[in-house]
């Protein structure tokens, strides 16, 4: 599993969460499996107040991350099955 955050972590994709899931939330489920260096919850840009039902988790050690995908990918959390992997980089925007 290799960092997609450079060299300050390995940085996980967290799908499918429910709306209702705030980034302290997040921060929480995943700190069982290790060191956090970054986690948020995507809000909706016309709402903060309601989430996009992805995030980003930054795990610190890469067999963390390996371990958190593995415990939290298909994990059901308030009736929605959750996916989580390893987050792709961004593709550049052309914009012609």
Excluded: H, Q, W
Excluded at 3 to 21: C, E, K
Excluded at 22 to 35: A, H, I, M, Q, V
Excluded at 75 to 89: D, T
């Amino acid at each position: 599993m290799n960092s997609s955050n450079g060299d300050v972590g390995t940085r996980l994709y967290v799908g499918n969460l429910p709306y209702s899931m705030r980034t302290p939330d997040l921060f929480k489920l995943f700190s069982e499996y290790g060191e956090i260096v970054d986690a948020v919850v995507m809000m909706e840009s016309d709402s903060k107040d309601r989430s996009r039902g992805f995030g980003f988790v930054t795990m610190k050690e890469v067999a963390d991350a390996e371990k958190a995908v593995l415990a939290v990918n298909g994990k059901e959390i308030l009736g929605r099955e959750m996916i989580c992997n390893v987050a792709k980089p961004r593709e550049p925007r052309f914009d012609f």
